[in-house]
């Protein structure tokens, strides 16, 4: 009975700490959906005090959502673009703005299919080519940029299909349903297996992870932390375990 009574006082301990911990809504790009569930749960583990809620999407879209009011503390976005943005609706907090992570593009096709360069793309085995919206994807204004570097925009643009955000790209290609597309090299590992990187793309710009503290946020002080956090050499370890490199100084 005494290590009931025991056992059930520290159940109503731990249910009354889970429930006096402070929310905050971090809204970050679809392309972190991994990293940021385990950065998450590590920065809890260390911040118990504090529960961080994901919500994940196209980085324009987390900004529109902002914008009408949509509760969120932390803004993490795909590229410098869409924080910009934010910026200069006044939505974030300028100074706590910084860059935390830097990805790279690749080209995947499906898992078993020929091994293909940018290059290749004109080729009509390549019926359909997944890439990101971009007029409101980041990584589909990457791949716009790196094709037309590449002088193939305007040749491939009957055959490109447009996904809502880099993830949907992912699942195009691992499905079959598109032959070849262009994603950030960490979201190769989310389609366990079913497909693989084929060739480095080179975009014109560093392709940069911007986070700031939401203007709005209720809990400011919460947000601030997490955003420090992220900075930290614990963060930065999950980070890179998922593929993400540190930004260049």
């Given at each position: 009975m005494a290590l009931l009574r025991t056992c059930a006082a520290l159940s109503l301990l731990a249910l009354a700490s889970s429930a006096s911990a402070t929310e905050i809504v971090l809204s970050a790009a679809a392309s972190l959906s991994s990293a940021m569930r385990d950065l998450v749960a590590a920065h809890a583990r260390e911040n118990p005090q504090t529960r961080v809620l994901v919500n994940t999407g196209a980085s324009d879209v987390l900004v529109a959502q902002i914008a009408k009011g949509a509760p969120a503390d932390v803004l993490a976005t795909a590229d410098e673009d869409s924080m910009d943005r934010a910026q200069r609706q006044g939505l974030v907090v300028a100074?706590?703005?910084?860059?935390?992570?830097?990805?790279?593009?690749?080209?995947?096709?499906?898992?078993?299919?020929?091994?293909?360069?940018?290059?290749?793309?004109?080729?009509?085995?390549f019926v359909r080519i997944a890439v990101g919206?971009?007029?409101?994807?980041?990584?589909?204004?990457?791949?716009?940029?790196?094709?037309?570097?590449?002088?193939?925009?305007?040749?491939?643009?009957?055959?490109?299909?447009?996904?809502?955000?880099?993830?949907?790209?992912?699942?195009?290609?691992?499905?079959?349903?598109?032959?070849?597309?262009l994603v950030y090299a960490t979201d190769v590992d989310a389609a366990g297996g079913r497909v693989h990187a084929v060739d480095d793309v080179a975009v014109p710009q560093p392709i940069l992870y911007p986070v700031a503290v939401v203007g709005s946020s209720a809990h400011p002080d919460e947000a601030r932390a997490f955003v420090r956090y992220l900075e930290g050499p614990a963060a930065r370890a999950i980070l890179a375990r998922h593929g993400f490199a540190l930004p260049e100084p």
């Open positions: 100074a706590t703005r910084h860059a935390f992570a830097r990805n790279r593009l690749v080209l995947i096709v499906p898992a078993g299919r020929t091994t293909a360069r940018l290059a290749d793309l004109r080729s009509p085995r919206n971009p007029a409101s994807v980041p990584a589909g204004r990457y791949a716009r940029a790196a094709l037309e570097r590449a002088g193939l925009w305007n040749d491939l643009a009957p055959r490109l299909v447009f996904g809502e955000n880099v993830r949907q790209v992912l699942d195009y290609v691992a499905r079959g349903e598109a032959d070849a597309g």
